[in-house]
Nanobody, 123 residues
Framework: QVQLVESGGGLVQPGDSLRLSCVTSGRRLPSYAMGWFRQAAGQEREIISAINWSGLATFYADSVKGRFTITRDHANRTVYLQMNSLEPEDTAVYFC????????????????WGQGTQVTVAS
C-alpha cells in the first residue's frame, strides 16, 4: 500500500511564496516519477510540474514556468514544490501523484494520489 500526503497549502497574498510538500509512505516506488497537479473550482485537473526518479529531468506547465520549482528528497521520501510570485490564478487544490511508465513526464501514468492541499491567493 502507498500513501501520499500533501501539506503546506494556505491563504497568501499575490506575490507571496509557499512550499508544498508531499511525503510518500508504505511500499517503495522505484523509478516512479512524481508530479504536482492542481484543480481550480469548476475546472479540470491539470499537471503543472513533474520530476523523474533521478531528479535530473523536470517538467513545468507554461503557466508556472519560471515561478515554481520541483525537487525531491529520496532520503525523506518527499517531493517539494516551491511556488514563488503567486497569483490569484494559482488558487486551486494541489495534488501530488506518483507515476510509472516511460516517455514525457507529463504523459506518465499517475497511479497513486494524495488527498490534496488548498492554496488560495487573494489580497
Amino acid at each position: 500500500q502507498v500513501q501520499l500526503v500533501e501539506s503546506g497549502g494556505g491563504l497568501v497574498q499575490p506575490g507571496d511564496s509557499l512550499r508544498l510538500s508531499c511525503v510518500t509512505s508504505g511500499r517503495r516506488l522505484p523509478s516512479y516519477a512524481m508530479g504536482w497537479f492542481r484543480q481550480a473550482a469548476g475546472q479540470e485537473r491539470e499537471i503543472i510540474s513533474a520530476i523523474n526518479w533521478s531528479g535530473l529531468a523536470t517538467f513545468y506547465a507554461d503557466s508556472v514556468k519560471g515561478r515554481f520549482t520541483i525537487t525531491r528528497d529520496h532520503a525523506n521520501r518527499t517531493v517539494y514544490l516551491q511556488m514563488n510570485s503567486l497569483e490569484p490564478e494559482d488558487t486551486a487544490v494541489y495534488f501530488c501523484a506518483a507515476g510509472t511508465g516511460l516517455g514525457p513526464l507529463e504523459n506518465r501514468r499517475y497511479v497513486y494520489w494524495g488527498q490534496g492541499t488548498q492554496v488560495t491567493v487573494a489580497s
